[in-house]
């Protein structure tokens, strides 16, 4: 009931931020629907920067930085609910533990990592150290790890740590730039990010350290999520998504909005949430 | 609304050249749904996040969106640098502060405006002992720390020529050496 908001067919669909807009292309098994692309929600004048999919209540979750908050809505058209709107600063990414029903956010003003029920309760700060720009964040709900990336110019870095802010690990330091992407494949239990800096695509097991190169020649990556075999990110440079199939290890499609601005946080709405039991259910 | 019939039934968007509008249904407010490169709003009032302007001049004079000022001290990889309307700098890097990041923040010294940043912004440094009131702050263009008395250096660290125990808080103190059996 919003303008130029429709409500999403089911499927699998990716939702990106642009321009105080949350856009949304379904996804046709891998391949963007580009002719399908459609403004999900319209907020004029709001910069979003991250964005995340909670897969039990089909909402999308988003921070916003011009007056700093975190919101919701239904994909389904409804309206904007403000989740979090005090002492933010600048809260970029966000991250959604579907089978705890927390989100995991992080702040590039206050350098923190926080957490909070989904309706905004119990919130409270889990890592305030050693944090300089954190940016991307995503969460691996059946194992219970955190991830986030730093894009420290001086030292970046790729850390993880358990939901609870425990064991809190630096994943990734040599051979980084700006790794502002990061996204996790449960199936694949593979961590990927894209580097605006070394403009490079890597994937690692976490626990391995069996860090690969998947791309070079990246233009300027900002978000990232995976999807199967594809990898979607969007592109400060060419305000675009672009596809990269991970096996082939090559750019496979590429969806440039009318709009010619820049694209921020990106995330894959499943259809279903991914089967999995809650790390702590057995517990 | 183009089932009245008549020839008011549709009004031209509300919105710059090129722009494409909406009506919200409940609220029947008119929303511009593609405005021109830059900008952004319900009425393409606003600059994307990283400019500056009032592309329509709702608050004075129009000015076009342009690139955040900051004297090259923000950092491109980051959002929100500056305020999309006054374009005061929100995220100042190498220590500096101000409007347009052109001054040292609180606690440091130096030329916001160098070339190289290791000539912009010095931390002050000031002697804990050696400084008025254990002050962290110093001048913006010398860095010269607020001394106690017969307390010398840029940073307060040394007594003057004479003088001894720094370590007091309280300034230093004359040696009162017997001039007669001492050296200097």
């Not at chain 1, 740590?161 to 694949?188: A, C, E, F, I, W």
């Not at chain 1, 391995?208 to 791309?215: E, L, P, S, V």
């Not at chain 2, 021109?36 to 329509?56: A, I, N, Q």
């Amino acid at each position: 009931p919003r303008p130029d908001v429709h409500p999403l067919p089911s499927g699998t669909h990716l939702l990106f931020a642009q321009s105080g807009r949350i856009e949304h292309v379904p996804l046709d098994s891998y391949d963007m629907k580009s002719d399908d692309a459609k403004t999900v929600l319209h907020l004029p004048g709001k910069v979003i920067i991250g964005v995340a999919y909670d897969c039990v209540e089909k909402m999308v979750y988003w921070t916003e930085i011009t007056s700093p908050s975190i919101s919701k809505a239904n994909i389904q058209g409804g309206d904007p609910v403000n989740v979090i709107r005090s002492d933010l600063d600048s809260p970029e990414g966000i991250a959604i533990d579907y089978l705890g029903r927390t989100m995991f956010w992080t702040d590039s003003v206050r350098d923190h990592i926080e957490v909070a029920s989904l309706d905004g309760s119990q919130r409270r700060v889990l890592i305030d150290s050693d944090l300089v720009n954190p940016r991307s964040i995503i969460t691996d709900p059946p194992n219970g790890n955190l991830y986030w990336s730093d894009w420290n110019r001086d030292a970046p870095k790729i850390e993880t740590s358990y939901m609870d802010g425990s064991n809190r690990r630096v994943l990734v330091k040599d051979d980084l730039g700006l790794p502002n992407g990061l996204t996790y494949d449960s199936q694949s239990s593979l961590l990927c990010w894209a580097d605006a800096g070394t403009h490079k695509m890597e994937c690692m097991h976490p626990d391995r350290g069996d860090r690969r190169k998947i791309m070079e020649g990246l233009q300027y990556p900002f978000g990232m999520t995976a999807f199967g075999k594809n990898i979607y990110y969007t592109d400060w440079r060419r305000n675009a998504v672009v596809a990269v199939d991970r096996y082939a290890a090559k750019e496979s499609d590429e969806f440039q909005p009318q709009k010619r601005t820049k694209l921020y946080g990106i995330t894959t709405a499943y259809a279903q949430c991914p089967s999995g039991q809650n790390y702590c259910a057995a517990n | 609304d183009a089932t009245q019939g008549t020839v008011d039934d549709c009004s031209p968007c509300p919105c710059p050249t090129g722009a494409t509008c909406a009506v919200v249904p409940k609220t029947r407010e008119v929303v511009c749904t593609n405005c021109p490169v830059g900008t952004t709003g319900k009425r393409c009032e606003l600059c994307d996040d990283g400019f500056f302007g009032d592309p329509l001049g709702e608050s004075g004079a129009v000015r076009t969106c342009r690139v955040c000022k900051c004297s090259d001290n923000i950092d491109p990889n980051a959002v929100g640098n500056c305020d999309r309307e006054t374009g005061e700098c929100l995220k100042c890097i190498y220590n500096t502060d101000g409007f347009f990041c052109d001054r040292c923040k609180d606690g440091f010294y130096g030329n916001a405006m160098a070339a190289n940043t290791a000539d912009k912004c010095k931390p002050c440094s000031c002697s804990v002992f050696g400084t008025v009131g254990g002050q962290l702050s110093c001048s913006q263009v010398t860095g010269q720390c607020p001394c106690l008395p017969n307390v010398s250096q840029r940073d307060c660290s040394a007594c003057e020529l004479g003088f001894f125990n720094l370590q007091s808080g309280s300034g230093c103190e004359r040696c009162n050496c017997n001039p007669i059996g001492s050296t200097d």
